[in-house]
Protein backbone atom coordinates (compact mmCIF):
# COMPACT_ATOMS: atom_id res chain seq x y z
CA UNK A 1 0.00 0.00 0.00
CA UNK A 2 1.14 3.73 -0.94
CA UNK A 3 1.67 5.85 1.78
CA UNK A 4 -1.02 7.25 3.96
CA UNK A 5 -2.35 10.56 2.60
CA UNK A 6 -2.42 13.45 4.35
CA UNK A 7 -6.05 14.52 3.84
CA UNK A 8 -6.26 17.22 5.87
CA UNK A 9 -3.56 19.35 4.37
CA UNK A 10 -4.29 18.69 1.41
CA UNK A 11 -8.27 19.61 1.91
CA UNK A 12 -6.73 22.88 3.49
CA UNK A 13 -4.23 23.68 0.74
CA UNK A 14 -7.31 22.89 -1.90
CA UNK A 15 -9.85 25.17 -0.20
CA UNK A 16 -6.90 27.86 0.14
CA UNK A 17 -6.81 27.60 -3.89
CA UNK A 18 -10.53 28.15 -4.24
CA UNK A 19 -10.90 31.20 -2.29
CA UNK A 20 -8.26 32.29 -4.43
CA UNK A 21 -9.22 31.70 -7.47
CA UNK A 22 -12.68 33.82 -6.10
CA UNK A 23 -14.79 31.32 -5.32
CA UNK A 24 -17.58 32.96 -2.76
CA UNK A 25 -18.23 29.71 -1.44
CA UNK A 26 -16.84 26.30 -1.61
CA UNK A 27 -16.83 22.40 -0.70
CA UNK A 28 -13.72 20.36 -0.58
CA UNK A 29 -12.96 16.81 0.16
CA UNK A 30 -9.45 14.87 -0.32
CA UNK A 31 -10.26 11.07 -0.19
CA UNK A 32 -7.91 7.88 -0.04
CA UNK A 33 -9.39 4.61 -0.83
CA UNK A 34 -6.89 1.38 -0.20
CA UNK A 35 -8.44 -1.81 -1.22
CA UNK A 36 -7.29 -5.29 -1.47
CA UNK A 37 -9.21 -7.91 -2.94
CA UNK A 38 -9.30 -11.39 -4.24
CA UNK A 39 -11.15 -12.07 -7.25
CA UNK A 40 -12.36 -15.21 -8.93
CA UNK A 41 -13.65 -15.68 -12.47
CA UNK A 42 -15.11 -18.93 -13.51
CA UNK A 43 -14.58 -20.74 -10.73
CA UNK A 44 -10.94 -20.58 -10.56
CA UNK A 45 -9.27 -17.87 -8.15
CA UNK A 46 -7.70 -15.20 -10.77
CA UNK A 47 -6.20 -12.70 -8.73
CA UNK A 48 -5.00 -10.82 -5.45
CA UNK A 49 -4.33 -6.95 -5.93
CA UNK A 50 -3.84 -4.24 -3.76
CA UNK A 51 -5.10 -0.57 -5.11
CA UNK A 52 -4.54 2.71 -3.72
CA UNK A 53 -6.60 5.60 -5.21
CA UNK A 54 -6.13 9.33 -4.11
CA UNK A 55 -9.43 11.82 -5.24
CA UNK A 56 -9.86 15.79 -4.74
CA UNK A 57 -13.48 16.55 -5.51
CA UNK A 58 -14.01 20.31 -5.85
CA UNK A 59 -17.04 22.23 -5.62
CA UNK A 60 -17.59 26.58 -5.81
CA UNK A 61 -19.99 28.59 -6.10
CA UNK A 62 -19.74 32.14 -7.15
CA UNK A 63 -22.42 34.81 -8.06
CA UNK A 64 -24.73 31.66 -7.14
CA UNK A 65 -23.51 29.80 -10.38
CA UNK A 66 -22.02 26.24 -9.14
CA UNK A 67 -19.78 24.04 -11.18
CA UNK A 68 -18.12 20.75 -9.25
CA UNK A 69 -15.48 18.87 -10.23
CA UNK A 70 -13.20 15.59 -9.34
CA UNK A 71 -8.88 15.59 -9.63
CA UNK A 72 -7.06 12.54 -9.51
CA UNK A 73 -3.45 14.05 -9.93
CA UNK A 74 -3.33 15.95 -7.18
CA UNK A 75 -0.22 17.63 -8.12
CA UNK A 76 -0.28 21.49 -6.91
CA UNK A 77 -0.18 22.87 -10.22
CA UNK A 78 -2.26 20.29 -11.29
CA UNK A 79 -4.48 21.38 -9.00
CA UNK A 80 -4.07 25.12 -9.23
CA UNK A 81 -5.13 24.99 -13.16
CA UNK A 82 -8.20 22.61 -12.40
CA UNK A 83 -9.54 25.29 -10.09
CA UNK A 84 -8.84 27.92 -12.68
CA UNK A 85 -10.74 26.18 -14.89
CA UNK A 86 -13.45 24.99 -12.61
CA UNK A 87 -13.85 29.23 -12.18
CA UNK A 88 -15.00 29.57 -16.05
CA UNK A 89 -17.49 26.29 -15.70
CA UNK A 90 -19.18 27.98 -12.94
CA UNK A 91 -18.86 31.55 -14.46
CA UNK A 92 -21.45 29.99 -17.67
CA UNK A 93 -23.45 28.13 -15.37
CA UNK A 94 -26.80 29.38 -14.40
CA UNK A 95 -27.91 31.38 -11.38
CA UNK A 96 -29.24 29.35 -8.59
CA UNK A 97 -29.79 31.29 -5.29
CA UNK A 98 -30.32 27.24 -3.68
CA UNK A 99 -26.98 26.92 -3.98
CA UNK A 100 -25.06 27.02 -1.19
CA UNK A 101 -22.32 24.88 1.11
CA UNK A 102 -23.25 23.36 4.85
CA UNK A 103 -21.48 25.12 7.43
CA UNK A 104 -20.44 25.20 10.75
CA UNK A 105 -20.95 20.78 10.53
CA UNK A 106 -17.76 19.08 12.66
CA UNK A 107 -17.44 15.07 13.00
CA UNK A 108 -14.52 12.86 13.33
CA UNK A 109 -15.44 9.22 12.49
CA UNK A 110 -13.28 5.89 12.96
CA UNK A 111 -15.29 2.44 12.45
CA UNK A 112 -14.78 -0.72 11.15
CA UNK A 113 -11.48 -2.72 10.67
CA UNK A 114 -8.71 -0.71 9.88
CA UNK A 115 -6.42 -3.20 8.81
CA UNK A 116 -6.73 -5.65 6.50
CA UNK A 117 -6.43 -9.37 7.02
CA UNK A 118 -4.94 -11.42 4.01
CA UNK A 119 -6.20 -14.62 5.00
CA UNK A 120 -9.28 -14.13 6.12
CA UNK A 121 -9.60 -12.87 2.70
CA UNK A 122 -8.14 -16.39 1.29
CA UNK A 123 -10.18 -18.22 3.85
CA UNK A 124 -14.04 -17.06 2.69
CA UNK A 125 -12.59 -17.47 -0.97
CA UNK A 126 -12.25 -21.17 -0.06
CA UNK A 127 -14.85 -21.85 1.86
CA UNK A 128 -17.20 -20.39 -1.20
CA UNK A 129 -15.48 -22.50 -4.07
CA UNK A 130 -15.78 -25.67 -1.76
CA UNK A 131 -19.45 -24.86 -1.68
CA UNK A 132 -19.87 -24.36 -5.23
CA UNK A 133 -18.31 -27.41 -5.75
CA UNK A 134 -19.57 -29.48 -3.02
CA UNK A 135 -23.92 -27.89 -3.09
CA UNK A 136 -23.73 -26.84 -6.39
CA UNK A 137 -21.82 -28.09 -8.65
CA UNK A 138 -24.01 -26.43 -11.45
CA UNK A 139 -23.25 -23.18 -10.54
CA UNK A 140 -20.70 -21.32 -12.39
CA UNK A 141 -18.72 -18.34 -10.52
CA UNK A 142 -18.68 -15.56 -13.64
CA UNK A 143 -17.21 -13.62 -11.07
CA UNK A 144 -16.45 -13.05 -7.22
CA UNK A 145 -14.71 -11.39 -4.32
CA UNK A 146 -13.67 -11.07 -1.05
CA UNK A 147 -12.26 -7.71 -0.54
CA UNK A 148 -11.03 -5.23 2.71
CA UNK A 149 -11.54 -1.36 1.53
CA UNK A 150 -10.26 1.76 4.09
CA UNK A 151 -11.51 5.06 3.01
CA UNK A 152 -10.73 8.11 4.24
CA UNK A 153 -12.23 11.27 3.97
CA UNK A 154 -11.76 14.85 5.26
CA UNK A 155 -14.40 17.51 3.80
CA UNK A 156 -13.84 21.10 4.44
CA UNK A 157 -16.32 24.24 3.74
CA UNK A 158 -16.15 27.95 3.67
CA UNK A 159 -18.78 27.72 5.74
CA UNK A 160 -16.56 26.25 8.73
CA UNK A 161 -18.02 22.64 8.33
CA UNK A 162 -14.94 20.17 9.14
CA UNK A 163 -15.93 16.38 8.04
CA UNK A 164 -13.45 13.02 8.27
CA UNK A 165 -12.92 9.84 8.96
CA UNK A 166 -11.85 6.71 8.58
CA UNK A 167 -14.31 3.29 7.52
CA UNK A 168 -12.84 0.07 7.58
CA UNK A 169 -15.16 -2.98 6.42
CA UNK A 170 -14.94 -6.38 4.50
CA UNK A 171 -16.80 -7.10 1.49
CA UNK A 172 -18.21 -10.34 -0.42
CA UNK A 173 -20.02 -10.44 -3.48
CA UNK A 174 -21.24 -13.49 -5.68
CA UNK A 175 -21.93 -12.86 -9.45
CA UNK A 176 -22.90 -16.13 -11.82
CA UNK A 177 -25.21 -18.67 -13.69
CA UNK A 178 -26.06 -22.20 -13.46
CA UNK A 179 -25.82 -24.76 -16.35
CA UNK A 180 -26.97 -27.98 -17.55
CA UNK A 181 -26.06 -29.51 -20.72
CA UNK A 182 -27.57 -26.57 -23.74
CA UNK A 183 -29.66 -25.01 -20.55
CA UNK A 184 -28.68 -22.07 -18.16
CA UNK A 185 -30.07 -20.04 -15.55
CA UNK A 186 -30.67 -16.29 -15.62
CA UNK A 187 -27.57 -14.42 -14.03
CA UNK A 188 -28.13 -14.64 -10.27
CA UNK A 189 -25.95 -12.19 -7.70
CA UNK A 190 -25.70 -11.25 -4.46
CA UNK A 191 -23.15 -9.60 -2.10
CA UNK A 192 -22.52 -7.32 1.24
CA UNK A 193 -20.47 -5.51 3.02
CA UNK A 194 -19.42 -6.54 7.30
CA UNK A 195 -17.38 -5.42 9.84
CA UNK A 196 -16.26 -9.28 10.16
CA UNK A 197 -16.08 -12.08 7.66
CA UNK A 198 -15.04 -14.47 10.41
CA UNK A 199 -18.47 -14.75 12.21
CA UNK A 200 -19.73 -17.15 9.39
CA UNK A 201 -18.47 -19.47 6.93
CA UNK A 202 -18.98 -17.27 3.35
CA UNK A 203 -21.36 -18.94 2.01
CA UNK A 204 -23.45 -18.03 4.85
CA UNK A 205 -22.56 -14.13 4.25
CA UNK A 206 -25.43 -12.01 2.45
CA UNK A 207 -27.57 -15.13 1.30
CA UNK A 208 -24.74 -16.01 -0.66
CA UNK A 209 -25.52 -19.87 -0.35
CA UNK A 210 -29.24 -19.71 -0.68
CA UNK A 211 -28.73 -17.23 -3.96
CA UNK A 212 -26.13 -20.55 -5.33
CA UNK A 213 -28.82 -23.26 -4.67
CA UNK A 214 -31.84 -21.17 -6.30
CA UNK A 215 -30.01 -20.64 -9.32
CA UNK A 216 -29.42 -24.28 -9.94
CA UNK A 217 -33.14 -24.58 -9.72
CA UNK A 218 -33.41 -21.67 -12.22
CA UNK A 219 -31.90 -23.71 -14.92
CA UNK A 220 -34.91 -25.22 -16.12
CA UNK A 221 -37.77 -22.70 -16.11
CA UNK A 222 -41.89 -23.01 -16.95
CA UNK A 223 -43.88 -20.42 -18.50
CA UNK A 224 -46.75 -18.83 -16.13
CA UNK A 225 -49.71 -20.16 -17.77
CA UNK A 226 -52.36 -17.90 -18.71
CA UNK A 227 -53.38 -14.50 -16.99
CA UNK A 228 -54.21 -13.43 -13.14
CA UNK A 229 -54.24 -11.34 -10.13
CA UNK A 230 -52.05 -12.79 -7.18
CA UNK A 231 -49.56 -12.06 -4.39
CA UNK A 232 -45.74 -11.54 -4.66
CA UNK A 233 -43.43 -12.52 -1.90
CA UNK A 234 -40.33 -10.19 -2.88
CA UNK A 235 -37.15 -11.41 -1.25
CA UNK A 236 -34.60 -8.87 0.06
CA UNK A 237 -33.31 -8.09 -3.47
CA UNK A 238 -36.55 -7.03 -4.91
CA UNK A 239 -37.55 -5.24 -1.87
CA UNK A 240 -34.59 -3.13 -2.40
CA UNK A 241 -35.89 -2.09 -5.91
CA UNK A 242 -39.67 -0.94 -4.45
CA UNK A 243 -36.93 0.92 -1.78
CA UNK A 244 -35.04 2.64 -4.20
CA UNK A 245 -38.63 4.20 -5.87
CA UNK A 246 -39.88 5.20 -2.64
CA UNK A 247 -37.06 6.74 -1.58
CA UNK A 248 -36.70 8.41 -5.20
CA UNK A 249 -40.24 9.99 -4.30
CA UNK A 250 -38.65 11.15 -0.99
CA UNK A 251 -35.62 12.95 -2.00
CA UNK A 252 -34.48 15.92 -4.42
CA UNK A 253 -35.31 15.30 -7.64
CA UNK A 254 -38.90 14.53 -7.47
CA UNK A 255 -39.78 16.93 -4.60
CA UNK A 256 -38.12 19.51 -6.96
CA UNK A 257 -39.82 18.51 -10.04
CA UNK A 258 -43.43 18.50 -7.86
CA UNK A 259 -43.72 15.15 -9.69
CA UNK A 260 -43.14 13.72 -5.75
CA UNK A 261 -46.47 11.44 -4.74
CA UNK A 262 -45.86 12.45 -0.97
CA UNK A 263 -44.90 15.94 -1.26
CA UNK A 264 -47.89 16.85 0.87
CA UNK A 265 -48.41 13.48 2.37
CA UNK A 266 -45.84 13.76 6.24
CA UNK A 267 -47.91 12.81 9.09
CA UNK A 268 -50.62 10.91 6.34
CA UNK A 269 -50.80 6.85 5.62
CA UNK A 270 -48.84 6.16 2.55
CA UNK A 271 -47.77 2.03 3.82
CA UNK A 272 -49.24 -0.84 5.59
CA UNK A 273 -48.85 -0.65 9.48
CA UNK A 274 -46.51 -3.62 8.83
CA UNK A 275 -44.17 -1.52 7.25
CA UNK A 276 -41.62 0.86 9.10
CA UNK A 277 -38.43 2.04 7.55
CA UNK A 278 -35.41 3.76 9.67
CA UNK A 279 -31.93 4.66 8.82
CA UNK A 280 -28.93 2.62 9.59
CA UNK A 281 -25.90 4.77 9.33
CA UNK A 282 -23.68 3.24 11.35
CA UNK A 283 -24.10 0.12 9.32
CA UNK A 284 -20.90 -1.47 7.86
CA UNK A 285 -18.88 0.89 5.53
CA UNK A 286 -21.48 3.75 6.12
CA UNK A 287 -20.83 7.07 8.25
CA UNK A 288 -23.75 9.35 9.45
CA UNK A 289 -22.32 12.20 6.86
CA UNK A 290 -24.77 13.38 4.15
CA UNK A 291 -23.00 14.06 0.52
CA UNK A 292 -23.51 17.82 0.78
CA UNK A 293 -21.00 17.91 4.18
CA UNK A 294 -23.73 17.60 7.12
CA UNK A 295 -24.17 15.41 10.22
CA UNK A 296 -26.58 13.11 9.76
CA UNK A 297 -28.93 12.18 12.56
CA UNK A 298 -31.08 8.64 12.91
CA UNK A 299 -34.27 9.27 11.38
CA UNK A 300 -37.43 7.28 10.84
CA UNK A 301 -38.78 7.80 7.28
CA UNK A 302 -41.78 5.52 7.66
CA UNK A 303 -43.13 4.38 10.92
CA UNK A 304 -46.60 1.45 11.17
CA UNK A 305 -47.33 2.83 7.64
CA UNK A 306 -46.89 6.98 8.22
CA UNK A 307 -45.12 8.78 6.57
CA UNK A 308 -43.04 10.80 9.32
CA UNK A 309 -40.33 12.42 6.84
CA UNK A 310 -39.55 13.75 3.35
CA UNK A 311 -35.66 13.80 2.87
CA UNK A 312 -34.42 16.85 0.86
CA UNK A 313 -30.81 17.77 0.78
CA UNK A 314 -29.91 21.04 1.34
CA UNK A 315 -30.26 22.23 -2.30
CA UNK A 316 -33.69 20.95 -2.35
CA UNK A 317 -34.73 22.55 0.63
CA UNK A 318 -33.41 25.83 -0.78
CA UNK A 319 -35.39 25.25 -3.98
CA UNK A 320 -38.85 24.11 -2.08
CA UNK A 321 -38.75 25.60 1.01
CA UNK A 322 -38.99 21.75 2.68
CA UNK A 323 -37.64 21.19 5.81
CA UNK A 324 -33.71 20.03 5.15
CA UNK A 325 -33.33 16.28 6.24
CA UNK A 326 -29.55 14.95 6.15
CA UNK A 327 -29.18 11.46 5.35
CA UNK A 328 -26.55 9.08 4.63
CA UNK A 329 -25.68 7.70 0.85
CA UNK A 330 -26.82 4.34 2.14
CA UNK A 331 -27.70 2.46 5.53
CA UNK A 332 -31.68 1.73 6.06
CA UNK A 333 -33.55 -0.98 7.43
CA UNK A 334 -37.06 -2.54 7.42
CA UNK A 335 -38.37 -3.39 10.26
CA UNK A 336 -38.85 -7.25 10.69
CA UNK A 337 -42.56 -8.94 10.89
CA UNK A 338 -44.05 -10.83 13.25
CA UNK A 339 -44.45 -13.78 10.39
CA UNK A 340 -41.82 -16.44 9.54
CA UNK A 341 -40.83 -17.12 6.29
CA UNK A 342 -42.48 -20.14 5.73
CA UNK A 343 -45.61 -18.91 6.19
CA UNK A 344 -45.35 -16.39 4.69
CA UNK A 345 -45.04 -18.53 1.66
CA UNK A 346 -47.34 -20.50 2.77
CA UNK A 347 -50.15 -18.14 2.96
CA UNK A 348 -50.38 -17.07 -1.05
CA UNK A 349 -52.68 -18.99 -2.76
CA UNK A 350 -51.09 -18.08 -6.05
CA UNK A 351 -48.38 -15.89 -7.40
CA UNK A 352 -44.81 -16.17 -6.98
CA UNK A 353 -41.30 -15.37 -5.32
CA UNK A 354 -39.38 -12.60 -7.02
CA UNK A 355 -35.90 -12.78 -6.98
CA UNK A 356 -35.46 -9.54 -9.22
CA UNK A 357 -37.60 -6.68 -10.63
CA UNK A 358 -36.72 -5.41 -14.02
CA UNK A 359 -38.85 -3.04 -14.84
CA UNK A 360 -37.47 0.14 -16.15
CA UNK A 361 -38.33 3.62 -14.58
CA UNK A 362 -42.44 3.49 -13.51
CA UNK A 363 -44.51 6.05 -14.62
CA UNK A 364 -45.41 9.26 -12.55
CA UNK A 365 -48.48 8.02 -10.84
CA UNK A 366 -46.34 4.81 -10.01
CA UNK A 367 -47.46 2.78 -12.67
CA UNK A 368 -45.34 -0.49 -14.03
CA UNK A 369 -45.04 -3.06 -15.87
CA UNK A 370 -42.19 -5.69 -16.13
CA UNK A 371 -40.27 -9.22 -16.26
CA UNK A 372 -39.74 -11.04 -12.80
CA UNK A 373 -36.40 -12.71 -13.00
CA UNK A 374 -35.05 -15.25 -11.06
CA UNK A 375 -38.79 -16.18 -9.72
CA UNK A 376 -40.73 -19.00 -8.63
CA UNK A 377 -44.36 -19.89 -8.96
CA UNK A 378 -46.59 -20.29 -5.94
CA UNK A 379 -49.43 -22.23 -5.82
CA UNK A 380 -51.50 -23.05 -2.68
CA UNK A 381 -48.64 -22.04 -0.43
CA UNK A 382 -46.03 -24.41 -2.29
CA UNK A 383 -42.96 -22.90 -4.52
CA UNK A 384 -43.35 -24.40 -7.46
CA UNK A 385 -40.95 -24.30 -10.55
CA UNK A 386 -38.70 -21.22 -11.58
CA UNK A 387 -40.68 -18.87 -14.11
CA UNK A 388 -39.87 -17.72 -17.67
CA UNK A 389 -40.74 -14.90 -19.42
CA UNK A 390 -43.62 -13.74 -16.94
CA UNK A 391 -44.91 -10.35 -16.60
CA UNK A 392 -45.77 -8.25 -13.33
CA UNK A 393 -48.20 -5.25 -13.51
CA UNK A 394 -49.36 -2.74 -10.74
CA UNK A 395 -48.32 0.36 -9.00
CA UNK A 396 -45.80 0.76 -6.67
CA UNK A 397 -47.31 3.42 -4.33
CA UNK A 398 -50.36 0.45 -4.14
CA UNK A 399 -47.77 -2.35 -3.27
CA UNK A 400 -46.88 0.10 -0.29
CA UNK A 401 -50.67 0.06 0.80
CA UNK A 402 -50.74 -3.69 -0.20
CA UNK A 403 -48.28 -5.07 2.00
CA UNK A 404 -49.87 -8.15 3.56
CA UNK A 405 -47.00 -10.08 5.75
CA UNK A 406 -43.01 -9.14 6.33
CA UNK A 407 -41.02 -11.74 7.44
CA UNK A 408 -39.02 -12.37 11.02
CA UNK A 409 -36.27 -13.27 8.61
CA UNK A 410 -34.22 -10.11 7.32
CA UNK A 411 -30.61 -10.18 4.84
CA UNK A 412 -27.69 -8.08 6.59
CA UNK A 413 -25.64 -6.74 3.43
CA UNK A 414 -23.98 -3.86 5.15
CA UNK A 415 -25.81 -0.73 3.64
CA UNK A 416 -29.39 -2.16 3.94
CA UNK A 417 -31.00 -4.65 6.07
CA UNK A 418 -34.43 -6.20 4.54
CA UNK A 419 -37.22 -8.66 5.09
CA UNK A 420 -39.01 -10.99 2.78
CA UNK A 421 -42.21 -8.58 2.17
CA UNK A 422 -45.59 -10.59 0.39
CA UNK A 423 -47.70 -7.96 -1.47
CA UNK A 424 -51.22 -8.61 -2.80
CA UNK A 425 -53.10 -7.67 -6.08
CA UNK A 426 -50.39 -7.78 -8.78
CA UNK A 427 -51.21 -8.69 -12.27
CA UNK A 428 -48.86 -11.73 -13.75
CA UNK A 429 -49.14 -12.05 -17.46
Do not use: C
Amino acid sequence: MGAAMNLADTAEQALALMRAAGFEHAQVTAAQSQLNELNVNHNEPSLLRSTDSRKLSLMGIVDGRMASTEVADLDPEAVRARIAGLFGDAGSAPRDEANAVSAGQHTRIVKGPQEAQLETLAAKMGELLEFRQRETPRMIVEEADAKHTLYRWHTLTTGGSDLGGSLGWYGMGVFGTAREGKQSSSFNYTGGNTDALDGAPAFGHFGIGEMMRETERQIHTQPLGGKFVGDVVLTPNAVESLLAWLQGQLGDMQLIAGSSLYRESVGKVIASPLLTLRSRFDAPGVAPVSADGFVAPAVDVVRAGELRTLTPGLYGSRKTGLPHVPVAPSGWEIAAGETPREQLLAGVERGAVVGRLSMGNPAANGDFSGVIKNSFRITDGAVGPALSETMVSGNMASMLRRIVAVSRERIDSGGLLLPWIRVAGLHFS
